[in-house]
């Protein structure tokens, strides 16, 4: 069990208590961020629905492992939000690269890239988005993805080299749209009623299981109706939650999921991550930061151009807002936003030596998330929104009598 789980000691926990039928209806995995906690909860419902005795073979071909490790099962619904787009195209450079030289560990990377899309597309299940304005053109989008995917599935021969490339850069641009056009910051209390009422439909056969990614982004409303079925949980169903923020995570809720603990791999464990899976031995940092080598802008370009935003406010100074979406190409996957953000509240540090200073970062805390929000969440233009961040951050600024100082 748990094979696929590299340098994580969690993942012989969850197998013992399976094998010892302790393991219950409702659990949450918590630890930091690219710890294995999607990888084990994935694998976690493999094993639970698998048809054979001892359950959970690594290399067991019955129906429903088969369908699990491709992603494709009708018993596992997978909720929340994610950035997919940069291991989608990190997987998709490796399996073309393997397909390229015919590698012996082609198949292997030809799964990492399908599974790569469909922990995306997962999210996107008609049964989730059901009354959702968005569903048809979700719809179409998923239809089309579908449609290339099939073409580099199994047990299709792959075409040549040059229509692989192609293939795979086609389906990476729609995963792309896909995700920062419709994929929410935050679960929609609709997907959880319309998750609930799944549920409740007697599974066939095998059990059934509910992953909910990023479960401290959820409202207050989603919460609720997320602890209404978790005080009294289908019989057949698993819930499956993770999180890197487990203080976040309402109390009630914390009451009801037995609590299993990721850490956090050493840089050494993560290198030997990106080697197994990716075939990269070069790479020597985290898988976070290898992972952002994909972005079409680097993480230091991102950075000078947060530099520039907030020293403009630093020095009363308008700056070129245009200039600076257009250097972070609209800032396109939406994770160069977050980064984008992350370096002002870097740039802001040093304020928090003073009371004022202290009490003005936490005021323009309050408006950087307010951006993200008019961004991620209503689709404003990130122009607008950053122009509303600059006027704020200003009289912010202002107010404090010129806080903000400039960001080496």
């Known amino acids: 069990m748990f094979e696929n789980l590299v340098n994580q000691e969690a993942g012989k926990q969850i197998a013992n208590d399976i094998r010892n039928n302790r393991f219950p209806g409702a659990v949450l995995y918590s630890g930091p961020e690219a710890s294995g906690k999607l990888t084990a909860a994935l694998e ?3 094993i639970l629905s698998c048809h054979e005795k001892p359950q959970g073979k690594w290399l067991c071909e019955c129906p429903s492992c088969l369908q699990h490790k491709a992603l494709v099962c009708s018993n596992l619904l997978l909720l929340g939000p994610r950035d997919c787009s940069l291991e989608i195209t990190a997987a998709a450079k490796t399996f ?6 015919n590698a ?6 030809r799964y990492l890239f399908l599974r790569s899309v469909r922990k995306l597309t997962l999210r996107f299940n008609s049964i989730l988005w059901e009354g959702d304005s968005n569903l048809n053109k979700i719809g179409s989008l998923i239809e089309e993805i579908n449609e290339n995917l099939e073409q580099l599935d199994f047990p299709r021969e792959l075409p040549d ?16 749209k896909l995700e920062n056009d419709y994929l929410y910051d ?27 990614e990023n479960a401290e982004r959820m409202q207050n409303s989603v919460r609720n109706a997320l602890l209404k079925i978790l005080e009294e949980p289908p019989e057949d169903v ?3 939650l993770l999180t890197s923020k487990r203080n976040a995570i309402m109390q009630t809720i914390l009451s009801r999921v037995r609590n299993y603990n990721f850490l956090e791999r050493s840089i050494e464990e993560q290198h030997d991550v990106t080697e197994r899976v990716f075939h990269n031995t070069d790479f ?16 230091g370009e991102i950075k000078t151009n947060s530099r520039t935003f907030y020293n403009s406010v630093a020095n009363r100074q308008i700056c070129d807002i245009e200039e600076i979406v257009k250097n972070c190409k609209d800032f396109y996957p939406r994770i160069e936003l977050r980064l984008f953000l992350l370096n002002i509240v870097q740039f802001m540090r040093p304020m928090l030596n003073t009371q004022a200073g202290s009490e003005a970062v936490a005021k323009a805390m309050q408006l950087l998330r307010n951006c993200s929000d008019n961004i991620t969440l209503y689709n404003q233009k990130p122009a607008s929104a950053l122009e509303i961040l600059l006027r704020d951050l200003f009289a912010l600024n202002n107010s404090f009598g010129g806080i903000f100082c400039a960001a080496m």
């Open 44 to 46: 976690t419902a493999r």
């Open 96 to 101: 073309t690269e393997a397909h390229f030289i």
């Open 104 to 109: 012996k560990y082609k198949d292997a990377t």
């Open 161 to 176: 080299i040059t229509e692989v490339k192609k293939l795979c850069e086609e389906i990476a641009k729609l995963c792309t």
């Open 186 to 212: 935050s679960i929609p209390v609709n997907q959880i009623r319309n998750m609930e009422a799944w549920a409740h439909i007697k599974s066939e056969e095998g059990k059934k299981t509910v992953i909910i």
């Open 238 to 240: 698993v819930f499956i």
């Open 284 to 299: 020597k940092g985290s898988i976070n930061d290898y992972l952002l080598t994909y972005l079409p802008v680097t993480p």
